[in-house]
């Protein structure tokens, strides 16, 4: 009995917070990247997710970014993440800093790519993490369709803490008229340099996107967006869904 009791224990210390929340669970605060850079654009864009239901109910994450387009190639930007585990105050976990580069389209597939690099330092005494991404977009009439490629690398020797784990998000939209985007999302893991694929935690579900420009935002824009995502694989043995939301506020400068 006590035997069981250890490992359950040690079970919930991994559930809940030993890699971190939003790395733990795909999507939350995350987002579908494009890779299309639009240059003098000044972007604020707060978003966030909580999990429902489950092992997890109540764990959410949230992320605060600045981000600018330098040229009509890179932009940059800065980030802080924040993190509450049910029951508990929400916390400062990571600042970071990214960059995007929209490196050229595919002849004859029409495929857009970018690139997309992070150095994130966690707060907590913990390492920092470099995250890289391949951007891939497709545009066909009213249709968008998005894929990231994702490779993550902690930058510790603890034992155990350093591989380099695998994950892709996804999105495809059609614009469905007064500036109303509705499509699917989707975010997952594919396994670590160790151990590649097997039974990984997913989510996926219905999204919507709404943009507006009132007079009073003197050119500026806002985005709205929403999804509600279920879980699959393991991921559902943590929790009944997620909920998401993001607000971007954008302007030329």
Known sequence: MRGRGLVRAATL??????????????????KVYSPYVRKGV????????RLTGGPLDGEQAAVVELE???????????????????????????????????????????VDVGGYLEYEQRIHN???????????AKRSGP?????????????????GEGDTEFGYAAQGTWDVGRNVRLGGQAFGGLGTDRSFGGRQAHYLGPVARWEVRPAWLKGGELEFEGAYLIPVGAARD???????FAVEYERRF
């Open 13 to 30: 210390a991994l559930a809940l917070g030993w890699t971190g929340l939003a790395r733990a669970e795909p999507g939350l605060a995350n």
């Open 238 to 244: 943590e929790t009944d869904g997620q909920v998401r």
């Open 68 to 110: 600018h387009g330098v040229s009509d190639r890179l932009s940059l930007a800065v980030l802080a993440e924040f993190e509450q585990h049910a029951g508990e105050e929400r916390k400062l976990d990571a600042l970071a800093v990214e960059g995007v580069a929209y490196l050229g389209q595919i002849p004859r597939v029409g």
């Open 143 to 159: 249709f968008e369709g998005l894929l990231n490629l994702i490779a993550s690398k902690p930058l510790t020797d603890r034992p």
């Open 126 to 136: 913990e390492s920092g993490v470099l995250e890289g991404k391949l951007l891939l």
């Open 42 to 49: 000044t972007e604020v864009e707060v978003r966030a997710g």
